[in-house]
């Protein structure tokens, strides 16, 4: 029994070491991401849009950058999950907010409670998606105007540069693979239409 905890301690050990390791090549990559990510859409929401009165940036981006950027292994963290997650809490949050407008106190928590089960249905869950529905539901006038075209624009938009930059940056080191599956099966199938 002795030995049995003494492996086990020493694993756990070895994890926690391992985990408070500091990378600086991860950080910076991870930054530079973010950065860029973000930096897009902030600059195309202040720049370009807001004299249209017009929004791209929602505060759940900031959540699925730190997913995407700086956890780019977890499943909660792939593309598929970052599409679905914030379109699909979109469109509940929207319907929600055209249902029971009127009721915030109860349209908010029913639009991110039926977002989760949704996104979990979908197989695409997406922790910062919960944020989309909520924003849907009270994001002020600015945002509620904007009805179903909340779901294109910021939600699609914003996304799709979010991906773009993820794949571009979390892909330029060998060390950092963000979503290797895409990118083998990428591979496989122009080496199998090259042939």
């Known amino acids: 029994m002795a030995l049995k905890k003494t492996r086990t301690y020493r694993r756990t050990r070895y994890m926690l070491y391992k985990e408070t390791l500091i990378d600086f090549e991860e950080h ?8 860029v990510g973000l930096g897009i859409i902030c600059y195309l929401n202040y720049e370009h849009l807001s004299q249209y009165d017009l929004t791209l940036l929602i505060g759940s981006f900031g959540a699925s950058s730190v997913l995407i950027y700086g956890n780019i292994g977890s499943p909660l963290a ?6 679905l997650g914030h379109i699909i809490s ?8 055209k249902i029971l407008g009127e009721y915030l106190w109860i349209a908010a928590p029913l639009a991110v409670s039926t977002s989760i089960i949704a996104m979990q249905m979908a197989k695409s869950l997406h ?10 539901v009270t994001g002020g006038s600015s945002i509620t105007n904007l009805g179903y075209e909340f779901v294109f624009s910021p939600v699609i938009t914003g996304v799709t540069i979010l991906i773009i930059a993820a794949l571009v940056f979390n892909n330029i080191k060998t060390k950092r693979q963000y979503h290797s599956k895409l990118i083998i099966q990428f591979y496989k199938r122009t080496r199998a239409n090259k042939s």
Do not use: H
Not at 127 to 136: C, F, R, V, W, Y
């Open 78 to 83: 792939q593309p598929k999950n970052l599409f």
């Open 28 to 35: 910076f990559w991870s930054f530079i991401g973010s950065f």
């Open 127 to 136: 922790p910062p998606g919960g944020a989309t529905a909520l924003i849907a």
């Open 90 to 97: 979109a469109v509940v949050g929207v319907t929600f907010y």
